[in-house]
C-alpha cells in the first residue's frame, strides 16, 4: 500500500509517499526557516501563505520522486492537529480536495503520532513483536510528553509539560542569549566548547513528587522548563556584561545540561515504573546529541533497548504522516474521515 502524506502543521510544507508503513518512496519538504527568522519564531500568516505558494510543487516534487502518480497512490493521509490552525488548513484542504477529487479515502493523522512513528522508520527497525509495550518520549517545539505504547495506536498519555515544551525551552533560550533560531541547533553548536557544570540551572520538578496529580497526570512524569528559562533571564540580567566566547559556550552548555537532565530523570522513573520491553525518543528535539548520549547511556544501565528516531524524520516531514496511516490501514483502523482540523488534538487510540 502505498500512500502520499501532506505535512502543514507548522513552518515546514512537506509531502511523501510511504510503501507499507516504514519504506520511504520519497520526502520533500519546503523548510520555512529562513522566511521566519527575522522575527525569532514561527509567524503563523506567512506560514500559510507559504504552504498556500509552496505546498503544490512540493506534492508534485514526491510523486515525481517515488516514480508514483495521483492513480497509483492507495490514498491521502493529511496532518489534521496539533499545529497552528491556519497552517493545518492548508494542508488539510489541499488533502481533502484530492481525495474527493481522486475518490481515494482521506486518513487523518495526529502529527505527534507521526513523531513517534518515525522512530520505525529505518531499515533496521525491529518487528513490533520485540518492542512494545514502548514508552515514548516525544519532544518538540510544541509538546514534551511521555506516552505508554501498548502498540501502534494504544497510548496512555503518563506525563506532559505542564508550561513550555522542551524546544520551546530551547528556542527561548537561543533568543535571549541572542543567537538566533531556531534555538535547538544554535544551542547545541554553542555548547560544543562549554562546561555544562559550569551553572547550576534548575531540572524543573526534579524532587519525587509520585502520586500528586496535575489534571490526570501523575505530576512526577511531568515536566517543566518555564522556570528553567527564567533561571537562565535572571544569570543574564545580573551580569554587568553581554555573555560571549567562554563564557556564552558554559552558559549553552550548562542550560542544554539542564534540558537534557530534566527529561532522562522522568525516563528513568517511568522505566523503573512500568512493564515495557523498549524504549523511544522522537520529536526534533531528539535530533540533541547530548540528549541521545544521555539516552543511550541509560539504555545501557538498565539494559532496555532504545530506539532513536532516524535524524532525518527527527523535524517536522511528511513520511511519518503516510507512516502512520500506513499502519492504520494495515491494521484496518482508519476510522471516520477528519472533518476538520483540531489544533489541540491529544494523542488517543485508535478506534
Ligand atoms: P510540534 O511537533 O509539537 O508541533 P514542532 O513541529 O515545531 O512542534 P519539531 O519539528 O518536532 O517541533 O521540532 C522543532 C524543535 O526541535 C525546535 O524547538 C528546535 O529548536 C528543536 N531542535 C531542532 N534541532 C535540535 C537539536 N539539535 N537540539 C535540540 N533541539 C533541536
Ligand atoms: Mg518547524
Ligand atoms: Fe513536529
Same mark, same amino acid.
Given at each position: 500500500?502505498?500512500?502520499?502524506?501532506i505535512?502543514?502543521?507548522?513552518?515546514?510544507?512537506?509531502?511523501?509517499?510511504?510503501?507499507?508503513?516504514?519504506?520511504? #518512496?520519497?520526502?520533500?519538504?519546503?523548510?520555512?526557516i529562513?522566511?521566519?527568522r527575522?522575527?525569532?519564531?514561527?509567524?503563523?500568516?506567512?506560514?500559510?501563505? =507559504?504552504?498556500?505558494?509552496k505546498?503544490?510543487?512540493?506534492?508534485?516534487?514526491?510523486?515525481?520522486?517515488?516514480g %508514483?502518480?495521483?492513480?497509483?497512490?492507495?490514498?491521502?493521509?493529511?496532518?489534521?492537529?496539533?499545529?497552528?490552525? /491556519?497552517?493545518?488548513?492548508?494542508?488539510?484542504?489541499?488533502?481533502?480536495?484530492?481525495?474527493?477529487?481522486?475518490?481515494?479515502?482521506?486518513?487523518?493523522? =495526529?502529527?505527534?503520532?507521526?513523531?513517534?512513528?518515525?522512530?520505525?522508520?529505518?531499515?533496521?527497525?525491529?518487528?513490533?513483536?520485540?518492542?512494545?509495550?514502548?514508552?515514548?518520549?516525544?519532544?518538540?517545539?510544541?509538546? /514534551?510528553?511521555?506516552?505508554?505504547?501498548?502498540?501502534?495506536?494504544?497510548?496512555?498519555?503518563?506525563?506532559?509539560?505542564?508550561?513550555?515544551?522542551?524546544?520551546?525551552?530551547?528556542?527561548?533560550?537561543?533568543?535571549?542569549?541572542?543567537?538566533?533560531?531556531?534555538?535547538?541547533?544554535?544551542?547545541?553548536?554553542?555548547?560544543?566548547?562549554?562546561?555544562?557544570?559550569?551553572?547550576?540551572?534548575?531540572?524543573?520538578?526534579?524532587q /519525587?513528587?509520585?502520586?500528586?496529580?496535575?489534571?490526570?497526570?501523575?505530576?512526577?512524569?511531568?515536566?517543566?522548563?518555564?522556570?528553567?528559562?527564567?533561571?537562565?533571564?535572571?544569570?543574564?540580567?545580573?551580569?554587568?556584561?553581554?555573555?560571549?566566547?567562554? %563564557?556564552?559556550?558554559?552558559?549553552?552548555?550548562?542550560?542544554?545540561?539542564?534540558?537534557?537532565?530534566? #527529561?532522562?530523570?522522568?525516563?528513568?522513573?517511568a522505566?523503573?515504573?512500568?512493564?515495557?520491553? /523498549?524504549?523511544?525518543?522522537?520529536?526534533?528535539?531528539?535530533? =540533541?546529541?547530548?540528549?541521545?548520549?544521555?539516552?543511550?547511556?541509560?539504555?545501557?544501565?538498565?539494559?532496555?533497548?532504545?530506539?532513536?528516531?532516524?535524524?532525518?524524520?527527527?523535524?517536522? =516531514?511528511?513520511?511519518?504522516?503516510?507512516?502512520?496511516?500506513? %499502519?492504520?490501514?494495515?491494521?484496518?483502523?482508519?476510522?471516520? %474521515?477528519?472533518?476538520?482540523?483540531?489544533?489541540?488534538?491529544?494523542?488517543?487510540?485508535?478506534?
Amino acid at each position: 500500500m502505498k500512500i502520499l502524506g501532506i505535512e502543514t502543521s507548522c513552518d515546514e510544507t512537506a509531502a511523501a509517499i510511504v510503501e507499507d508503513g516504514r519504506t520511504v #518512496l520519497s520526502n520533500a519538504i519546503y523548510s520555512q526557516i529562513a522566511k521566519h527568522r527575522p522575527y525569532g519564531g514561527v509567524v503563523p500568516e506567512i506560514a500559510s501563505r =507559504n504552504h498556500v505558494a509552496k505546498l503544490p510543487g512540493i506534492i508534485e516534487e514526491a510523486l515525481a520522486e517515488a516514480g %508514483e502518480s495521483f492513480d497509483s497512490i492507495d490514498a491521502i493521509a493529511c496532518t489534521y492537529g496539533p499545529g497552528l490552525a /491556519s497552517s493545518l488548513l492548508i494542508g488539510f484542504a489541499a488533502a481533502k480536495t484530492l481525495a474527493q477529487r481522486l475518490g481515494k479515502p482521506l486518513i487523518g493523522v =495526529n502529527h505527534h503520532e507521526g513523531h513517534l512513528h518515525s522512530v520505525f522508520m529505518k531499515d533496521d527497525a525491529p518487528a513490533e513483536d520485540e518492542v512494545f509495550p514502548m514508552l515514548g518520549l516525544m519532544v518538540s517545539g510544541g509538546d /514534551s510528553s511521555l506516552v505508554l505504547m501498548q502498540g501502534p495506536g494504544q497510548y496512555e498519555l503518563l506525563g506532559s509539560t505542564i508550561d513550555d515544551a522542551a524546544g520551546e525551552a530551547l528556542d527561548k533560550a537561543a533568543a535571549v542569549l541572542g543567537l538566533g533560531y531556531p534555538g535547538g541547533p544554535i544551542i547545541q553548536k554553542t555548547a560544543e566548547g562549554g562546561n555544562p557544570k559550569a551553572i547550576r540551572f534548575p531540572r524543573g520538578l526534579e524532587q /519525587s513528587d509520585r502520586g500528586k496529580w496535575v489534571y490526570k497526570y501523575d505530576r512526577d512524569l511531568c515536566f517543566s522548563f518555564s522556570g528553567l528559562k527564567t533561571s537562565l533571564l535572571t544569570h543574564v540580567k545580573n551580569l554587568d556584561h553581554t555573555p560571549e566566547g567562554d %563564557e556564552l559556550c558554559n552558559i549553552a552548555a550548562s542550560y542544554q545540561e539542564a534540558v537534557c537532565d530534566a #527529561l532522562v530523570i522522568r525516563v528513568e522513573r517511568a522505566l523503573g515504573r512500568f512493564p515495557i520491553k /523498549s524504549f523511544c525518543c522522537a520529536g526534533g528535539v531528539s535530533l =540533541n546529541k547530548v540528549l541521545r548520549e544521555k539516552l543511550t547511556a541509560l539504555s545501557a544501565k538498565t539494559v532496555v533497548p532504545l530506539l532513536l528516531c532516524p535524524p532525518a524524520y527527527c523535524t517536522d =516531514n511528511a513520511a511519518m504522516i503516510a507512516g502512520v496511516a500506513c %499502519e492504520k490501514a494495515r491494521l484496518g483502523k482508519l476510522g471516520a %474521515e477528519p472533518n476538520d482540523v483540531n489544533p489541540n488534538l491529544r494523542l488517543a487510540d485508535w478506534v
